[in-house]
């Protein structure tokens, strides 16, 4: 038993519900700055990963006294590493010991996001929840300075956030997160086509969008756009890849990342889809659809594919073969954009029977 360090097991700070995968594979510190989405219209999604539940700002005590609970949890750990020997060093073998030595700490979500974090090197953190922008600047940039004065390891922080909310905020404001540390932003654009914007509920325009990925990149930021290949069905295939390559030409995200849509259960789009309302793409209609966008993109950005939903199908001997490589940093266009559009190619000579289909990935869950 590691008696004294049992207070561990107590130690705990708010974690919301997700965060991006690339933040997961990094194993991001995760501060929770708002609950929830403030909008909770997209049709597709409805607020889903957050439960429906409703949206609610934190105050700067409740902030403060996660991160302070987080620093408490970093310090034992260091202290067992060093009482075992390893200098500070996090490793297995602290892990280990800690595990077995303190009772209840294996089913802690905040001693194991810490735990992770340090044993990754303690450089990224990610503001929970959906658009922690909406929090007022000066609230914000008080408790991203707060973070990194206490974790001065930090080079990275990031945020999900809406395109309406950055649309809204000053040029100054976003330098100010910027300079305080926040360096890079998620925003959920799934498409640059106004019709189906408003047709999924999004709330805000291509234009919108356009301008808010501009400021995030002017102010300094790195900037990850997510798109929603399928998003409009058969009807819209065409006019949804033109028009997302041509927003995101103008934009020039640091990354692309492709969110192909699934139905989930729980939001309209899924009872449109279930009443006969919208027609989704077979497996070689999506490949269509990624062709006529990637060939738009005029863009120096990293294209990624880093989420399961993309195009996989069963090889001869029933292996599970994702078509494009699923790591965070993708390809790199306009280099590799001839890359991409071999491999749809390649896709497209595969009978779609073979792919995973809608109804695998609706089973499969999750946004
Ligand atoms: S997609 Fe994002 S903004 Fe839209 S409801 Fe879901 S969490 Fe909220």
Redesign the pocket.
Known sequence: MLLDHTRLADLSFEIGTIRPPSEGGSYSLLIRVTRN??????T???????NHEKFEMRSLEEMKADIDNAGAIYDEIKKVSWELGYGGDINNKVGESLIKGIPGLSSSHSFINVFNWLYSGASTAFLQ???SLITPTSRLVEIIRYLKERFPSLNRVTS?A?AKTIFKKKDEELKQLYEAGLSRLHI?L?TGDDELLKKVK??VTAEEHIQAGIKVKKAGMELSEYIMPGLGGRAMLEQHAKNTARVLSEINPDFIRSRPFTPLPGTPLFDEYRNGELELLSPHECLKEMKIFIEGLDVTSRVCFDHFRNPAYRTESGNLYHLFKQDYDGYKFPEEKGVVLNLIEEGLTVDEGRYLQQEDYIRLGS?
């Open positions: 989405c403030p909008w909770n219209q997209c597709f999604c409805y607020g889903r990963p957050y929840d959906a658009d999900y809406r959920g799934e999004k709330g946004l």
